[in-house]
């Protein structure tokens, strides 16, 4: 393998790892709160519907991104309906909105638009358009540092950048901030966040619209800077591959970072090796390449996952006099 | 609000919460039915009458119901251990697997009353065996079986595939599927025994695995209520330091519920795969798997309350399928939506209702028992 093809892998793992990475932080504000989601599937769907809809029909794409981030935030104010001020099963009010979301963005789309539940193909202004970093040019020819920045970092979607941004941000807001005190403290001992007069309500619910937000960025990545429209089931299972891999780092904001890149290196080798001889093994099926993310995803929850500790009230619904 | 829920009698608890549950949910539908600009109630009109209004569509809706048996009751098994088993769809597809081996090796050989229970044993072993890997992962290394259950049917999906155009399609044939099954690997179907009664079910493929089903549903009840491996199952599900304290094997009663609950999805391929298809095809269940936690959760975990639930999936299934022909713009992806709301009202949102249902009856109840003189109303 030279280095042009292995810095076109690492750009993919990049690109792959994107999605994984806003939908990851978006469960780990959720579930450090206590509010196990489950759902972040549904909301990525519903907002990749819903941007790549908006910017269809509007031609703009940041347009398409507040409409989609404005989706994945009703879903999310309906899981925290049901799992905060009605005390519901939290599992089963996630799987419920995946459910809802996977029918919705069909039956919507088809009455839309009429394609068989996609939307139509996006172009120009409706699209995330790949940034230029500064001098990308001017040092391309620079060896090795060159090509990595010239090919690498820069001219990436701009929503590649706030993802990876995002990282110390989150770091900042749960490990330096009043907000992100309480909302630790909220997911590990909501009686002693109340007995100190803060609403474990409001707490658990600004932790839940932040958590559609970012799925909402999920979703427009997906649909408006990875490809160019909406198709039926887009997320693939992503949203619960950043499940997994949230729980893979233990709920903290930097391993989700790796976790989300090594989840997207192995997405981006498992498209590479299809139809390649590979010794030993020989040629590798096309099924076995569509699951291997799956298979991966069990193996690492099985292999490293031992000493998970999840957020002690995490899942469990907040009663006051209990 | 926060004081614990009045326990009402078991007709408000079993039967009226239910149902006001589902009424909400089919509101939201129908709010979704008129945002693709079609009237709900000409939707629901036409669903009933694909359903119920003449005896084929009816025997559809019995044939969809027996699918939703299967997964519902695996779904429910789960849950009574505490467990959530979001892989039935996997565990069907693979069951599928069990069926179309002793079809294709015996069906040319045995009758259809000697393979069936060999049909059942295998579809139940490969549902289980698809749910063992998970249940054991939760078991031994805490992978939380949720995840593990739904990456084990994207797994299966592409296994399936593999096997279908790879080793199981015959040679000289385009399509991914199995030959078809010679006569001792087809269930017979039920038109005989209903034109008894006068009915015609035309094409329906309703066959006897409605029995077969119907008695899992009933030893379902026996093992949950009637045995001490159902008694250590609910125990777990309650509290699973209890079931420890008690000296239960946490482990065993994870890998064994979780098995049971695969093999029933798995036996749903008897239904689909021998009893219509008479071949093993691709996506055979066709999100049967998932229904199975609507149903399961509307009929509260109980087969009296399954059953029924199932009747009503099977018919929005079949009613569902005409709808589409009438009202292009509702595809039988409505189903999924109205899945997730009952999974949402029933299951999630269950508590939105209750305290004012309890209110209500407490209410009625004092106002009927206060002028027999029995001052009773403050206690609660």
């Known amino acids: ?322 | 609000m926060s004081r614990p829920y009045a326990k009402l009698p078991r007709w408000i608890d079993y039967g009226l919460i239910p149902l006001v549950n589902l009424v909400v949910a089919f509101l939201v539908a129908g709010l979704v039915v008129l945002a693709v600009g079609e009237s709900p109630f000409e939707a629901a009109a036409l669903m009933l009458r694909g359903a119920f209004g003449y005896t084929e569509g009816f025997g559809f809706t019995l044939y969809y119901a027996t699918n939703f048996i299967f997964t519902g009751l695996a779904v429910a098994v789960a849950f009574h251990g505490g467990l959530f088993n979001i892989g039935g769809e996997g565990q069907a597809y693979v069951g599928g697997l069990g069926v179309t081996a002793v079809a294709l090796s015996l069906g040319a050989i045995l009758p259809w009353w000697l393979n069936l229970p060999l049909a059942i044993a295998l579809s139940f072993a490969f549902g289980a065996l698809w749910a063992f890997i998970p249940a054991y992962l939760q078991a031994k290394r805490g992978s939380h079986i949720v995840i593990t259950t739904i990456m084990f049917n994207f797994i299966a999906a592409s296994l399936m595939v593999y096997l279908l155009v790879g080793v199981l399609k015959p040679v000289g044939s385009m399509a991914p599927e199995t030959r078809t099954f010679d006569a001792g690997g087809q269930l017979p179907k039920l038109k005989g025994l209903f034109e008894v009664f006068g009915f015609n079910l035309g094409g329906a493929p309703l066959n006897v695995s409605l029995f077969v089903a119907l008695l899992a549903a009933v030893l379902v009840y026996v093992l949950i209520w009637r045995t001490k491996l159902g008694y250590e199952i609910r125990t777990l599900g309650f509290s699973p330091r209890a079931a420890r304290y008690a000296g239960m094997s946490q482990t065993r009663l994870i890998v064994v519920t979780m098995m049971i609950s695969g093999g029933l999805a798995g036996m749903m391929a008897l239904n689909a795969v021998m009893g219509d298809q008479y071949r093993l095809a691709i996506d055979f269940p066709q999100g049967a798997g998932f229904v199975g936690i609507a149903v399961a959760l509307m009929g509260r975990g109980h087969p009296a309350g399954i059953v029924p639930a199932a009747i009503l999936f099977g018919m929005l299934y079949q009613g569902g399928a005409e709808l589409a022909f009438d009202m292009p713009a509702i595809s039988r992806d409505m189903i999924v939506i109205i899945q997730g709301l009952v999974i949402l009202f029933a299951g999630a949102l269950e508590n939105m209702v209750r305290p004012g249902i309890g209110a209500a009856w407490q209410r009625l109840r004092l106002r009927t028992v206060e002028p027999a003189g029995e001052n009773v109303g403050e206690a609660r």
């Open chain 1, 1 to 322: 393998m030279d280095l042009s093809s292995f810095l076109d892998l690492i750009d993919s793992t990049i690109r792959l790892s994107t999605p994984l990475l806003f939908a990851a932080l978006a469960g780990l504000y959720s579930e450090r709160s206590g509010i196990f989601d489950i759902s972040l599937e549904g909301k990525m769907l519903i907002a990749a519907f819903a941007s790549a809809s908006a910017a269809a029909v509007w031609g703009s794409v940041m347009l398409g991104l507040c409409v989609g981030i404005l989706a994945a935030v009703g879903f999310s104010l309906v899981h925290g309906v049901a799992s905060i001020t009605y005390r519901g099963n939290q599992i089963v009010s996630g799987v419920a909105i995946n459910f809802i979301a996977a029918g919705l963005t069909i039956i919507l789309g088809q009455s839309w638009f009429g394609q068989g539940g996609r939307t139509p193909s996006l172009f120009g202004g409706g699209r995330f358009t790949a940034v230029e970093l500064p001098f990308a040019e001017a040092v391309r020819d620079v060896p090795v540092l060159g090509p990595i920045y010239s090919g690498v970092l820069s001219g990436q979607t701009p929503l590649v950048y706030v993802a990876f941004l995002m990282v110390p941000l989150t770091w900042w807001v749960l490990f330096r901030t009043r907000f992100g005190l309480r909302l630790r403290a909220v997911g590990e001992n909501p009686a002693a966040v109340d007995t100190a007069g803060i609403s474990v309500a409001f707490l658990r619910y600004r932790a839940v619209i932040i958590c559609g937000v970012l799925t909402g960025f999920a979703g427009a990545y997906l649909s408006t800077a990875q490809a160019a429209g909406f198709t039926r089931d887009m997320t693939a299972g992503k949203g619960y591959i950043a499940l997994a891999a949230l729980i893979f780092a233990n709920w903290k904001p930097v391993p989700v970072m790796f976790a989300c890149l090594l989840f997207g290196f192995l997405d981006a080798v498992s498209i590479r090796i299809e139809g390649v001889d590979l010794p030993l093994v020989g040629e590798v099926s096309v099924q076995l390449v569509s699951a291997l993310p799956y298979i991966l995803t069990v193996v690492l929850l099985a292999g490293f996952v031992g000493k998970a500790t999840p957020p002690r009230a995490g899942g469990v619904p907040y009663v006051k006099e209990r």
